[in-house]
Structure formats: C-alpha cells, structure tokens
C-alpha cells in the first residue's frame, strides 16, 4: 500500500484546512486508517483515527484536537480525510497519514507528510 498525503499549507489562526490522503496498490477499505503529527523537536503524535467501515467507522481523536478536526473517509476513492477548523498555531507540524491492517499490530503503512503550519 502507498499512501500519498496532501491539502497542508499555510493558515491563519481560525482558519480551515481539509487534508487528504490517497491510498494506492490496493484497497484499504478493511483498513484503519489514521492521521498523525510531528511538530519540529517533538516527538510524532497520534491525531486521528477511523476504523473499517465493517468494524462501525469507529473514529478516534486526540483531545487536543476534539471538536475541531473531524476524520472521515471514502472507500470507493481508497482515500482519508482530516477536515481541520479552528486552527491553532499549536497544530503547526507534518501530517502523516498511516494504515493498519491490523490495529493490534499497529500501523504498517506510512505516507510521507503534508507541511500545515498555522500563523498568529
């Protein structure tokens, strides 16, 4: 599975950005699917995540970010989204994009980031 993240730019506090993520080689549909971020000096945090749509779509989200970023996804594009309101300058870092074929495993597929960074 490739997976090719996009949507990152610059924004201003309280603005709006919408993140995709593109999966490619085969479909990820039985898949979680997740979102995380790496802020510059930080360790890579957890963000989001949405489970297969046969598990119940179960979504997850970091409580810093609850209330504002709703995850979703499409099967039938083999794609993930973060919609990102409110933002902060604190969610300023590299989004990365990760599926898991089996959760309890962990995620197994990685894309290679999308730069978001929010100005004051």
């Known amino acids: 599975v490739q997976l090719q993240a996009s949507g990152g730019g610059l924004v201003q506090a309280g603005g709006s950005l919408r993140l995709s993520c593109a999966a490619s080689?085969?479909?990820?549909?039985?898949?979680?699917l997740g979102w995380f971020r790496q802020a510059p000096g930080k360790e890579r945090e957890f963000v989001a995540s949405?489970?297969?749509?046969?598990?119940?779509?179960?979504?997850y989200y970091a409580d810093s970010v609850k209330g504002r970023f709703t995850i979703s996804r499409d099967n039938a594009k083999n794609t993930v989204y973060l919609q990102m309101n409110s933002l902060k300058p604190e969610d300023t870092a590299v989004y990365y994009c990760?599926?898991?074929?089996?959760?309890?495993?962990?995620?197994?597929?990685w894309g290679q980031g999308t730069q978001v960074t929010v100005s004051s």
């Open positions: 080689g085969r479909t990820t549909s039985s898949y979680t």
């Open positions: 949405i489970s297969s749509i046969s598990s119940g779509g179960t979504t």
């Open positions: 990760a599926a898991a074929s089996r959760i309890t495993l962990g995620y197994n597929y």
